[in-house]
């Protein structure tokens, strides 16, 4: 054997998860997956499921799929697929800071929100509806990689995408989930911030005084002062958290954002028009299903059910286009 590499195996790198801290979740102690599988020879369970996730086409979908401005002209805004790859390396950063396992969180934040709709969380309130106790990307996520393209990932990958949105209850059942839940606050809030700023509806100085006193400018230097946050505080006790005053701080954030961003006159003047589009399809193809190709569809449930499921896996611009052509 060549001295020039070493060989690492899955066994190997099973075996380097013992120098992780205490509360981290090893991947040999993994609670498994729906239908068991043998073990890879190199990766282990979780990097397993990272490799599964990047390879499916509601990853590669994201590229094409709002963040928070439809449709933008310019080339430097965030999509759906951009804040994805950013939670990933904050959730990487947190895990890895804390003794955590990387691979877990990574594989957490590269999937949670492969269900999201078109036109960001304007086609939550357009697909709700239609579902009974309303309709969640979150949701949609594990139900993508459950059964629209059963990927037959890990129980703690599913329960992490689950849990990801911090409206949804219990929580993950991880600390490697919870790095999740707090790396897609940060990843929005910071990068939404800096796109309202290039888009002109805010500017520097109109960010709340303790914000921009505690975590500094949008974009990269707020998003190392959260991280720097969660970690110092998670340090000293037994959860992912930040503290009170940094909660409470990142609380008034997130509300001058609603406010001035995401509930904003610019925002609102597409939102009639976004929701249109897809109950507008929604309606169509539950109406016609035969318009929906067979390979994305789940024949063991109702057809309003399979409509749902291929509107909500459109981007933008497909939606916008199979509009145009069957809807007008």
């Keep these: 054997m060549s001295d020039s590499f070493s060989l690492r195996t899955r066994e190997v790198r099973e075996a380097a998860e013992d120098q992780l801290a205490a509360a981290a979740t090893r991947s ?8 068991a599988e043998d073990p890879d020879e190199f990766r282990t369970a979780f990097e397993r499921d990272r490799d599964r996730i990047l390879h499916t086409k509601a990853f590669r979908r994201l590229k094409h799929k709002t963040q928070v ?4 002209e310019g080339d430097h805004f965030v999509t759906r697929l951009t804040h994805t790859l950013q939670v990933t390396q904050v959730a990487r950063s947190l895990a890895a800071a804390l003794g955590l396992n990387d691979d877990l969180a990574e594989a957490i934040a590269l999937g949670h929100d492969v269900g999201h709709s078109p036109f960001g969380h304007i086609g939550e309130d357009a697909l709700s509806p239609y579902v009974d106790g309303g309709w969640h990307h979150a949701a949609q996520s594990v139900r993508i990689f459950e059964v629209l ?12 995408i689950r849990a990801h949105s911090w409206k949804i209850s219990p929580p993950p059942a991880t600390p490697e989930g919870a790095c999740v839940r707090y790396a897609d606050r940060i990843a929005y809030l910071s990068h939404d911030a800096l796109d309202a700023v290039r888009a002109g509806l805010l500017g520097e100085a109109d960010f709340p005084r303790d914000v921009r006193g505690r975590f500094g400018h949008a974009g990269s ?35 001058f954002m609603f406010e001035r961003v995401y509930f904003s006159d ?8 976004a929701i249109t589009i897809i109950r507008d399809l929604v309606d169509l193809h539950h109406a016609q299903p035969d318009l929906m ?14 409509a749902v499921d291929y509107v909500a896996g459109m981007t933008d611009r497909f939606a916008t286009a199979a509009h145009a052509r069957l809807c007008r």
Excluded: C
């Design 28 to 35: 040999n102690l993994s609670a498994g997956r729906a239908k």
């Design 69 to 72: 401005f439809l449709n933008p």
């Design 149 to 160: 393209e059963d990927k037959n990932l890990s129980i703690e990958v599913l329960d992490g």
């Design 221 to 255: 230097e707020m998003v190392g002062s959260m991280i720097e946050a969660v970690v110092s505080n998670s340090i000293l006790g037994d959860t992912v958290t930040m503290s009170a005053l940094d909660l409470d701080i990142m609380s008034d954030f997130r509300n």
């Design 266 to 273: 610019h925002h609102l003047e597409r939102k009639a028009e």
């Design 293 to 306: 190709p067979s390979t994305y569809r789940d024949h063991g449930t109702d057809s309003l059910s399979q």
